[in-house]
C-alpha cells in the first residue's frame, strides 16, 4: 500500500464513501492506529486487512458487508466489542484470532460456519451465543478462550473438530447436540472446570487427549456405539468418581484413564479385547476393576499402582 512507510505512525483513518473493498493487508501492522471510519459503501474485506492493529478499540463493521477475509482482524488486541454484519454467512480463519481483549461479540443468527481458529486466543470472551444454522465450526476455533464459561452446541452440529474448546479453562458446562456423532482430538483438553458433560446416545468415537486434564468432572457414561477409547483421552480427570463403559467397546487406548486419582472401581465390559499401555496407571484409589474373559491383551503398566502397591 502507498502509506507503508508511515504505517506505524498513522493514529487515524477515515474513507469517503464510495469505497466498496478493503484489500488484503491494506491496514495490516498499523501498530498505533486508534480510529478506523469505514463508509457504508464497503462490501468485502480482505485477508489480513486490519491483522496488527494492535491499539483499534472498535471497527465499526457495515450492514453492507457480506464477506471478511480469513485473518482481517487478527492480534487486534485492544478490540472489546464486534458485531459481525447480518450480511456475513462465514466467519473464515482466524479471522479474530488474538484478540486478547476482545469481551463481546455479536453474530448473525443465519450463520452457517466459524473457520478454524477464528476466536483462538481470545482471552477475554465470556460468552458466546451459537446459532441454530451453524453446520460447522473449525479446528481450535475457540482454543484458549480462557474466560469463556459455558457454550451450547447448536443442533444439526455432527462433530466437534480437534483442538476445538481446547485450554478453556473457565468452561464449566457444555450442551451437547443430540446430532453429535463425534468429538476430535484434544476437544476438550486442559478445560480444568468442566465438572459435567452429557453424551449424546448416536456418539461413535471421541479422540485421542479429548478430555484430557479435565480434573473438575466426577462422573462419565459413554454411550453404546462408541468401540474403540483413544489414547490419553480421559487422562488426568482426576476428580472422577465413576464411569460407566459402553457395551459396544473393544479397546482402551494407552494412558486413556491414567492419573485419575480418585476413581475407586471399573468394570470392563464383555466383548473389550484390549487393554492399552498404563491405562489405569497412578489410579491410586483403585480397588474394584472387573475383567472379563473376553480380554486378549492387558499393556505394560496398565494397573500399575495397583499391582505395585496392592
Request: glycine content about 8%.
Amino acid at each position: 500500500t502507498p502509506w507503508t512507510d508511515q504505517c506505524k505512525t498513522i493514529k487515524e483513518v477515515i474513507i469517503e464513501p464510495g469505497l466498496t473493498s478493503v484489500g488484503n493487508y491494506a491496514f495490516a501492522s498499523f501498530f498505533d492506529v486508534e480510529h478506523i471510519d469505514l463508509p457504508d459503501t464497503v462490501t468485502k474485506i480482505g485477508d489480513y486487512a486490519f491483522r496488527g492493529c494492535f491499539h483499534l478499540p472498535y471497527l465499526a463493521l457495515g450492514d453492507q458487508i457480506n464477506d471478511i477475509g480469513k485473518s482481517a482482524c487478527r492480534c487486534c488486541y485492544a478490540l472489546v466489542d464486534i458485531t459481525v454484519p447480518n450480511g456475513v454467512t462465514e466467519i473464515k480463519d482466524s479471522v479474530f484470532s488474538s484478540c486478547q481483549g476482545l469481551k463481546h461479540i455479536t453474530i448473525p443468527d443465519h450463520l452457517t460456519s466459524i473457520g478454524d481458529y477464528a476466536f483462538s486466543l481470545c482471552k477475554c470472551l465470556t460468552l458466546i451465543t451459537l446459532p441454530d444454522s451453524l453446520t460447522s465450526i473449525g479446528r481450535g476455533a475457540f482454543r484458549e478462550c480462557q474466560s469463556l464459561a459455558a457454550v451450547k452446541v447448536p443442533r444439526g452440529m455432527t462433530k466437534i473438530e480437534d483442538y476445538t474448546f481446547c485450554q478453556c479453562e473457565s468452561l464449566v458446562s457444555i450442551q451437547l447436540p443430540e446430532s453429535l456423532k463425534s468429538i476430535g482430538h484434544r476437544a476438550f483438553w486442559w478445560c480444568k472446570k468442566l465438572n459435567n458433560i452429557c453424551f449424546p446416545e448416536g456418539m461413535t468415537y471421541i479422540g485421542d487427549g479429548a478430555f484430557n486434564g479435565c480434573e473438575s468432572l466426577i462422573s462419565l457414561k459413554l454411550p453404546d456405539g462408541i468401540k474403540y477409547i483413544e489414547n490419553h483421552s480421559f487422562r488426568g480427570c482426576k476428580g472422577l468418581l465413576s464411569v460407566t463403559l459402553p457395551k459396544s467397546l473393544l479397546m482402551i487406548g494407552d494412558c486413556a484413564f491414567q492419573d485419575c486419582q480418585q476413581l475407586p472401581s471399573i468394570h470392563i465390559p464383555k466383548g473389550t479385547i484390549s487393554i492399552g499401555l498404563y491405562a489405569f496407571k497412578n489410579c491410586y484409589e483403585l480397588q474394584g476393576v472387573t475383567i472379563p474373559r473376553s480380554i486378549v491383551s492387558i499393556g505394560l503398566g496398565a494397573f500399575w499402582w495397583l499391582t505395585e502397591e496392592r
